[in-house]
């Protein structure tokens, strides 16, 4: 059965520290645009308070978790066990973004003594205004063997090469080349936007079809995809146009 509570219970939380992995879910503001849902697998996150849940962000070839937060702060983490009884437990929130190298992601880091490395991107920091707690009948079960080293490897590799004076490996130029946008043309890490800008880096394609919609952005700024905000126009239009029509019977001498 589920049970929902308007803060992340104390059991809950003991439970959550426990685990070995969960899912991050966030979408764009328009109807057309793509839900995102990210496995994220390690030791570091946390929850501080009954409020608050956290994690630590590895640089990754998408970015759609950021610029989603971005543009609208909604995101829900996912938690389910893979051994003993049965449980799923949801945290839904708005999140926000810590970039690297900013002051507040340098506050954050040294109030929780998070170790970060040469591939840290962010810390992904979730206000949570609800918790929920399911059975998870269906989940089969499944056993823990340990944490993949591949992507940590990686970057120790990439930071000797960019320590040794290669240019081409620093993280503002990979950021600015494949996390600066979105899949659906969003703003990402604001880094990457400004190196971009800064060395003339051009953004990795990842809308694969003949052109991406171009109202995205538009819902992006405003809350309303294009073909709303033309349809709110005509209606204004249409709707002004009746009144100045009939505005002599309703005010008579209105138009003299």
């Not at 496995?39 to 990754?60: A, I, N, Q, R, S």
């Not at 993280?171 to 899949?183: D, E, G, L, V």
């Not at 809350?223 to 005509?234: D, E, P, W």
Request: with cysteine.
């Amino acid at each position: 059965m589920g049970v929902f509570y308007e803060a992340i219970p104390d059991s809950m939380i003991s439970w959550i520290r426990a685990q070995k992995m969960f899912w991050v879910a966030t979408a764009p503001l328009s109807a057309r645009g793509h839900v995102n849902v990210s496995p994220k697998g390690g030791e570091c996150f946390g929850v501080p308070d009954k409020h608050t849940f956290w994690y630590h962000d590895l640089t990754g070839s998408g970015n759609e978790t950021i610029s989603h937060l971005y543009e609208n702060g909604r995101v829900t983490v996912m938690f389910h066990a893979f051994e003993g009884p049965p449980r799923i437990v949801r945290l839904y929130g708005t999140g926000s973004v810590l970039e690297s190298g900013t002051p507040q992601f340098d506050a954050f880091v040294a109030d929780h003594k998070i170790e970060t490395v040469f591939g840290t991107r962010s810390i992904i920091r979730v206000d949570v205004h609800q918790a929920g707690s399911s059975c998870g009948f269906s989940v089969p079960f499944y056993d823990f063997k340990e944490f993949r080293p591949t992507l940590l490897e990686h970057f120790e590799r990439k930071g000797e090469k960019y320590a040794a004076g290669n240019e081409k490996e620093s993280m503002p130029r990979y950021w600015a080349f494949k996390n600066a946008w979105s899949i659906d043309n969003i703003p990402g890490m604001k880094i990457g936007l400004k190196t971009a800008a800064e060395e003339s880096i051009a953004p990795m394609k990842k809308w694969k079809g003949l052109s991406p919609p171009k109202d995205f952005q538009e819902a992006s700024a405003q809350g309303f995809t294009l073909v709303q905000l033309i349809f709110a126009m005509l209606f204004s239009a249409s709707v002004s146009a009746i009144l100045v029509l009939f505005a002599d019977e309703l005010l008579p001498g209105s138009l003299v």
